[in-house]
C-alpha cells in the first residue's frame, strides 16, 4: 500500500528524510480513508511528460474525494531540467526527480509510472520529440501501462491538437495517449505484451484544460463548454482536516530541484476536463455510468456487502473490532477469477487489516548495505497491539534459505524481536536504478527486463514474508528489509537497505582539462562495500596518453571508509579527448563502477552505480586574470571547471559584499538563475554595478524570465528583456557577427568550429530585447527559425564590462567541451591585456 497523504503533514512539519523509508503509521481517520478507497472500483490515470507537470490538484481529488486509484504517468524523469537544489544533472537528476514524484504521491494518495523516454532537453515540436526518441518504444510503454494500470479513465495534461505551441514532450505525452487509447484493446498491436497482461480499453479519454490553453481568462469564458466537465478541486475533507488544494499544495511542493514550492492555498477552484474519445458523463462525475462497486467484478457482491457495512459502522475508538470481518472478506477475495482486482485489493486488505489490529512487523538490517557473498544480520520486530488472537507461523526471507519458524503468540502490546542471520547469494544483482544498468541513447533508456518497465523504482532488495494466523486464516504479509538507525541531530532515520560491489572507485573529477603537457596528479577514491576488502586499481587511458604506475593496491578495514589513490597522468602533446576508467580488481573479479550517493533530507538515500570513468581533454588554452568570484545561483559546476584550467576561484555570499570588497577580483561571475533564487542580490545590485564601472568584468550567465526571487528593475545597468527564446539543437549552426570583438579573439581565437560537440543544447532564455550599449556576438537558431542574436551580450559600463549570456555553459563545461573553455576564458578576459600563456599553469 502507498503512503497517503494524510500521514506526510507530519512529513513536512519535521525533517523530511524520517518519514521518506518510515513505516505507515495510521490514525483511526487515516484508515476509514483507506477503507473508502478499497471500497471503490475505479481508476484514473493521467498523463503528461515530465516531473512537475502533473496536475496534483485533480490527482488529489480523484485519490481523496473520488476515492479512485489514480496513477500519473510521467513519460520521462526530468533528466533534462535544471536542479535547484543541487549539482546533479542528467541521469542522476533523472534519479532525484523520481524520488521527488514519489514524495509526491506519498502525498496526494497516487501512483508513479514511467516510460523508457530519456529527456533530452527542451523540444520544440512533437516531430523533433518522435525523432530522438524512439516513438515506437514509447508509444508501446504508453500502451503498456494502460493494459497493466486498465484504468478508466485517462486525462491528459496536454493538448494533442496544438503542435509546436509548447514543449514537444508535453504535446508528445498527448498524442501518444491519444494513439494508445485505441490500441491498448488491439491484440495485433505490441502482442508481445500479452504474455505478462491483458488488453484493455479505457471508457473515456479527457484533455486537461484550462483559461491558460485558450491564451486568456476572457476567451476560456466565452469558449463552447458543452463537451467540458467543471470539477470544484478545492472541496474539504472534514475527517482529513485538509482541503484538496492544501493536499495537492503539499504534493506540489516536494518537486524541491525544480524550485516548486509553494504557499497552501484553500477554498473552491474550478477545473476543467474536456472529452476526447469515450462517452461523455451525465453529470460532473468522471466515473458516471462506470461500476465502480464490488459488483463489479464476479463474486464480489458478498465482499462488498462486508465491507461496506464496515465503512459505515466504523469504530473510531476501536479499529480491531472489525478484523474478523475483514479477514473474512479476504477469505472470499481469493476465490474470485478477476486476478487484477483480486491483486490490487488483497493488497490494500492486508494493509487494512494489519491497521485496525495495530500490528506492526519490521525488518531492519544491522548496516545500510551488504555485498554479494556477504553476511547480513536482520533484526526483526512483531508487535500486536489488539486483543485480536494472531499467531506469528513463519518468517521467510524471499529468495533465500532463511527462514524462522516461531509459532508465536503475539499477546496484546507485548513486543517480539527475533533476528536472523542471511548468507547473500553471490549471484545477487546490485542495487542501482534499473534503467541505469546499461547506457541508453539520447533519446531512451535501455531496459532488458520486460515486467520492469514503467516502474518508478527498483523492488527492495530484500524483502520479508510474515506469515499470520488471524482469525483461523493463514495470511501472508510482505516487509521491505530497511535499515533504521539514529543520529543525534536527526534522531530516527530509515533508508533503503542496498547490496553494493565489494569495492566502487570514483575518479575524483568528471572531466579532466589539460591546457598543457604536464603531467598531473590525478586521485582515484576507493570506497569500501565490506570489512577488509583488499585488491587494486587500474587506471585504462586512451592511446598517446601515459599513466604511472600501471595499477596501485589498497586495502581498507572498514566498510564505507575510502582510500585514494594518486595516478600521474601525462597527455600528448596535440589536442585529444578520451576516457579514463577505473578499474577495481578484488579476488580475481574486475568491478568497472563508481558509487554515487544521493543524500537530501526530503527523499530516500539513493546509491547510484555509474561507469567508473573520466573524460580527459587535451587542448592549448589562453587566459588573462587569476581570481574569479563566484556568486552561487541553483547549483552547477562552472567553478570546478574554472579551476581545471588554473584560474583561482572564490564563492560569494552575496550577503558578504560590501563596497570595495569586489575589486580584489579579476572577474565576477553570476551561477545559473542566481536572479531567480537568491533574494540578497536585489540590495547587492548597486555594489555589483560599482565593481564594473571601476573596471571589473561581470558575468551574468540565464536566468529564467519572469521566476524572479525578488522584482528586479533590472539585472542589467542597461535595458534588457529576457524571455523564453532558446536554441535546442547543439548542433544548430552558430555565426560569428561581431567578429573583430576581442571576446572572440584575445586571449583566443574563436571559430565556429569551437562549437563542435556541444550537448544538449546551445542556449536558453535569451534576451530578445536590448539596449545600443549591448553589442551581440553570436547568431543562431534551430531548423526554420528565424536568427536568434541575443545568446552572449557585452556592454561597456565605466571602465569594466558587463556579460549576459543564455549560452549553457553549464552543461558544456562539465562536460569538457574544449570550445566553451575558450569562449568562457575569453569573457573572463574582456577589457584585459596582459595574457597569460597555460604553457605556464600546472592545472
Not at 352 to 381: H, P, R, W
Not at 492 to 509: D, G, H
Not at 795 to 818: D, H, K
Request: charged fraction near 25%; charge should be negative; proline fraction near 4%.
Amino acid at each position: 500500500m502507498h503512503k497517503y497523504w494524510v500521514g506526510v503533514v507530519s512529513f513536512f512539519c519535521f525533517s523530511l528524510s524520517i518519514y521518506s523509508q518510515a513505516p505507515d503509521k495510521p490514525s483511526s481517520t487515516e484508515i476509514h480513508h483507506k477503507l473508502q478507497k478499497l471500497n471503490f472500483l475505479g481508476t484514473a490515470l493521467y498523463v503528461a511528460a515530465h516531473p512537475d507537470d502533473e496536475n496534483t490538484r485533480l490527482i488529489a481529488y480523484l485519490s481523496n474525494h473520488d476515492k479512485a486509484r489514480t496513477a500519473y504517468l510521467s513519460l520521462t524523469r526530468g533528466d533534462g531540467g535544471q536542479n535547484l537544489i543541487g549539482s546533479e544533472l542528467r541521469e542522476l537528476l533523472g534519479v532525484l526527480r523520481t524520488q521527488e514524484l514519489l514524495a509526491a504521491r506519498r502525498v496526494d494518495g497516487g501512483e508513479q509510472w514511467f516510460t523508457r523516454a530519456n529527456d533530452f532537453g527542451y523540444s520544440k515540436h512533437p516531430t523533433e520529440t518522435h525523432k530522438i526518441w524512439d516513438k515506437d518504444q514509447v508509444l508501446g510503454d504508453v500502451v503498456w501501462a494502460i493494459r497493466n494500470i486498465k484504468p478508466d479513465v485517462i486525462i491528459n495534461r496536454f493538448n494533442h491538437r496544438t503542435p509546436g505551441t509548447t514543449h514537444g514532450h508535453h504535446t508528445s505525452s498527448a498524442m501518444l495517449s491519444v494513439e494508445a487509447f485505441d490500441l491498448a484493446n488491439n491484440t495485433s498491436a505490441y502482442p508481445e505484451h500479452l504474455e505478462y497482461t491483458s488488453t484493455w480499453q479505457p471508457r473515456r479519454i479527457f484533455f486537461n484544460t484550462s483559461w491558460w490553453f485558450y491564451g486568456s481568462r476572457e476567451n476560456f469564458d466565452k469558449a463552447d463548454k458543452s463537451n467540458m466537465l467543471m470539477l470544484d478541486v478545492g472541496v474539504y475533507y472534514p475527517e482529513l482536516g485538509l482541503s484538496n488544494n492544501e493536499i495537492a499544495s503539499l504534493a506540489s511542493s516536494s518537486h524541491l530541484c525544480q524550485g516548486f514550492g509553494r504557499i497552501a492555498t484553500r477554498g473552491s477552484q474550478e477545473e476543467y476536463v474536456e472529452l476526447l474519445k469515450g462517452d461523455l458523463p451525465t453529470t460532473n462525475d468522471l466515473f458516471d455510468g462506470i461500476n465502480t462497486t464490488w459488483s463489479r467484478i464476479e463474486g464480489g457482491k458478498a465482499i462488498g456487502d462486508i465491507l461496506y457495512k464496515v465503512e459505515e459502522n466504523f469504530n473510531f475508538s476501536n479499529p480491531s473490532e472489525h478484523v474478523s470481518d475483514l479477514v473474512k472478506a479476504y477469505g472470499l477475495l481469493q476465490t474470485v477469477k478477476d486476478e487484477h482486482w483480486k491483486k490490487l485489493k488483497s493488497d490494500a486488505l492486508k494493509q487494512l487489516i494489519l491497521d485496525c489490529a495495530g500490528l506492526y512487523m519490521e525488518v531492519s538490517a544491522e548496516s545500510g548495505s551488504t555485498t554479494a557473498g556477504d553476511q547480513a544480520k536482520f533484526n526483526i520486530e512483531v508487535l500486536n497491539r489488539s486483543a485480536i488472537p494472531v499467531v506469528l507461523k513463519e518468517i521467510q526471507v524471499d529468495g533465500l534459505v532463511a527462514n524462522l519458524n516461531p509459532n508465536l503468540t503475539l499477546s496484546n502490546n507485548k513486543k517480539e524481536n527475533l533476528s536472523l542471520d542471511v548468507s547473500v547469494p553471490a549471484n545477487i544483482s546490485n542495487s542501482s536504478p534499473y534503467w541505469l544498468d546499461e547506457a541508453g541513447s539520447l533519446g531512451m533508456y535501455v531496459v532488458n527486463d520486460p515486467t520492469m518497465i514503467g516502474k518508478a523504482e527498483n523492488p527492495s532488495a530484500f524483502t520479508t514474508s510474515f506469515t499470520l494466523t488471524i482469525g483461523g486464516r493463514a495470511i501472508e504479509f510482505k516487509k521491505p528489509v530497511i535499515h533504521r538507525y539514529s543520529r543525534p541531530d536527526k534522531g530516527e532515520l530509515y533508508e533503503p537497505f542496498a547490496v553494493l560491489p565489494q569495492a566502487t572507485a570514483k575518479i575524483s573529477e568528471d572531466v579532466l582539462i589539460f591546457s598543457n603537457t604536464d603531467t598531473r596528479e590525478v586521485l582515484v577514491n576507493v570506497k569500501a562495500g565490506k570489512n577488509n576488502v583488499t585488491g587494486k586499481v587500474e587506471l585504462q587511458h586512451p592511446e598517446g596518453w601515459v599513466v604511472t604506475p600501471q595499477n596501485l593496491p589498497f586495502e581498507i578495514a572498514q566498510k564505507g571508509q575510502e582510500q585514494a589513490l594518486t595516478f600521474k597522468v601525462t597527455p600528448p602533446q596535440q589536442d585529444s579527448e578520451g576516457k579514463l576508467k577505473a578499474v577495481t580488481n578484488v579476488n580475481g573479479k574486475s568491478i568497472e563502477k563508481a558509487l554515487v550517493e544521493i543524500t537530501y533530507d526530503h527523499v530516500p538515500k539513493q546509491s547510484i552505480l555509474l561507469p567508473a570513468e573520466a573524460k580527459v581533454v587535451r587542448m592549448n588554452i589562453n587566459k588573462t586574470g587569476e581570481h574569479i568570484g563566484y556568486i552561487m545561483g541553483a547549483g552547477d559546476k562552472v567553478p570546478e571547471s574554472l579551476r581545471q584550467i588554473g584560474y583561482q576561484v572564490h564563492t560569494i555570499d552575496p550577503k558578504d559584499i560590501q563596497r570595495g570588497s569586489l575589486e580584489k577580483y579579476d572577474a565576477v561571475v553570476m551561477g545559473i538563475r542566481a536572479y531567480n533564487v537568491d533574494e540578497t542580490l536585489k540590495f547587492k545590485q548597486p555594489l555589483l554595478f560599482e565593481y564594473v564601472e571601476k573596471g571589473g568584468n561581470m558575468i551574468v550567465q540565464y536566468n529564467t524570465s519572469g521566476r524572479w526571487a525578488s522584482q528586479f528593475e533590472n539585472i542589467a545597468p542597461y535595458d534588457l528583456t529576457l524571455s523564453r527564446d532558446r536554441v535546442t539543437d547543439e548542433t544548430a549552426k552558430v555565426s560569428i557577427i561581431s567578429k573583430d570583438h576581442s571576446l572572440v579573439n584575445f586571449p583566443n581565437t574563436i571559430k565556429e568550429s569551437d562549437f563542435d560537440g556541444w550537448v544538449q543544447e546551445r542556449g536558453l532564455y535569451f534576451p530578445t530585447e536590448w539596449s545600443q550599449e549591448f553589442t551581440p556576438i553570436l547568431s543562431m537558431s534551430d531548423e526554420g527559425e528565424d536568427a536568434k542574436n541575443g545568446s552572449l551580450l557585452v556592454a561597456p559600463y565605466g571602465q569594466g564590462n558587463y556579460i549576459y549570456t543564455g549560452l549553457s555553459f553549464f552543461r558544456e563545461l562539465p562536460a569538457g567541451v574544449s570550445g566553451a573553455y575558450k569562449l568562457f576564458a575569453n569573457m573572463l578576459s574582456v577589457g584585459k591585456s596582459e595574457v597569460k600563456q597555460e604553457s605556464n599553469v600546472k592545472g
